[in-house]
């Protein structure tokens, strides 16, 4: 039974709740774009002084470890490990997709296989395969969609596919185990019944060696307005 403050920062969507009991009491979120820096401290603050909080009155942070941008990543992360520091209390780290997942086979209810899916680059898109009670049934990592992916599951299961990740291999998964579910976006919100298992279970990260699980290495790229001639 915990207060807990969870940060979502993996994708475009910049957002935070605040829950009570693994039951929300606030949310605020924007999914214009990569501007996390400037949108994050205000809406914890914001979130805070609207509740007649204080940081050192909740009982732990979450924040959605990844996989996802690795700067979005890094934003969320530092801002979590800081409120830890500064209020001595607890990390709680949620796996980016498995949130993900929760949400849709809590909504869908369906003894199906559900697959979130996460925009890398070009085909390639971060994954995992979860069962209705949100188990494990194909271990997170990159992946690139091609017509052969997921067909050897897709003949005896039914699989939903959602995220941002999955509107660009909609063409190319034709199996009509197939479905597609759209405007399925992270949120913070996803966050909250696992965040509040965790506290109830003591699982938490070590706040000075904790780092995002970013899946792949970050590749540095030159924008095309910065490209010496």
Same mark, same amino acid.
């Given at each position: 039974?915990?207060?807990?403050?969870?940060?979502?920062?993996?994708?475009?969507?910049?957002?935070?709740?605040?829950?009570?009991?693994?039951?929300?009491?606030?949310?605020?979120?924007?999914?214009?774009? !990569?501007?996390?820096?400037?949108? !994050?401290?205000?809406?914890?603050?914001?979130?805070? #002084? @609207?509740?007649?909080?204080?940081?050192?009155?909740?009982?732990?942070? +979450?924040?959605?470890?990844?996989?996802?941008? =690795?700067?979005?990543?890094?934003?969320?992360?530092?801002? +979590?490990?800081?409120?830890?520091?500064?209020?001595?209390?607890? !990390?709680?780290?949620?796996?980016?997709?498995?949130?993900?997942?929760?949400?849709?086979?809590?909504?869908?209810?369906?003894?199906?296989? %559900?697959?979130?899916? /996460?925009?890398?680059?070009?085909?390639?898109? %971060?994954?995992?395969?979860?069962?209705? #009670?949100?188990?494990?049934?194909?271990?997170? #990592?990159?992946?690139?969609?091609?017509?052969?992916?997921?067909? $050897?599951?897709?003949?005896?299961?039914? /699989? =939903?596919?959602?995220?941002?990740?999955?509107?660009?291999?909609?063409?190319?998964?034709?199996?009509?185990?197939?479905?597609?579910?759209?405007?399925?976006?992270?949120?913070?919100?996803?966050?909250?019944?696992?965040? @509040?298992?965790?506290? $109830?279970?003591?699982?938490? @990260?070590?706040?000075? =060696?904790?780092?995002?699980? %970013? !899946?792949?290495?970050?590749?540095?790229?030159?924008?095309?307005?910065?490209?010496?001639?």
């Amino acid at each position: 039974m915990a207060l807990i403050l969870n940060i979502d920062t993996s994708t475009s969507v910049c957002s935070v709740a605040l829950s009570r009991d693994g039951q929300l009491l606030a949310l605020k979120e924007n999914d214009e774009g !990569l501007n996390h820096s400037l949108l !994050l401290g205000t809406y914890i603050d914001d979130i805070l #002084k @609207e509740n007649h909080l204080t940081a050192g009155m909740l009982d732990a942070i +979450a924040v959605s470890m990844g996989p996802g941008s =690795y700067t979005g990543l890094r934003i969320g992360v530092s801002m +979590a490990k800081g409120l830890c520091y500064g209020t001595t209390k607890p !990390l709680i780290a949620v796996n980016t997709l498995q949130a993900l997942a929760a949400s849709v086979s809590r909504r869908i209810g369906e003894d199906a296989l %559900y697959c979130p899916m /996460i925009d890398a680059r070009r085909m390639e898109v %971060y994954t995992a395969l979860y069962d209705k #009670k949100n188990h494990s049934v194909m271990e997170t #990592k990159a992946e690139i969609i091609d017509e052969n992916s997921f067909q $050897e599951i897709l003949q005896n299961h039914i /699989i =939903y596919f959602f995220g941002n990740g999955s509107d660009k291999v909609k063409t190319i998964l034709t199996s009509p185990h197939a479905h597609f579910l759209t405007d399925i976006k992270t949120s913070a919100v996803n966050m909250l019944p696992l965040a @509040e298992q965790k506290y $109830e279970t003591q699982s938490f @990260e070590d706040v000075a =060696y904790f780092e995002p699980f %970013y !899946l792949k290495d970050f590749i540095a790229t030159t924008p095309k307005n910065k490209v010496l001639k």
